[in-house]
């Protein structure tokens, strides 16, 4: 895995600053614990409208990012689709490499 923001999430994950799944993460935005949301770029229309919705009505920040479940998956030890970041330095070097990534 050589890739920065999938890496990252794996670190997040490994210090318990990540949420992982749809309810956690709705849950963890009306609590205003999270700080990024993330979701993969083959989650269902569903899923993806309802956490997007959420975090826009809350004021958190949400990507969909170029990577599928499974990319996800692989880098944070458990089948998701959406996840969440709570913690404020990891979600500003999350969201600065999602920004570089969109460069590309």
Known sequence: MTDKLLSLLGLCRRAGKIVLGNDPVIDSINQRKAKLVIVASDC???????????????????QVVPYTKDDISLAVGKYTAVLCILDDGFAKKAQTLICSLKED
């Open 44 to 62: 269902s229309k569903n899923t993806a409208k309802g956490v997007l919705s959420t975090a826009h009505r809350n004021n958190v920040s949400a």
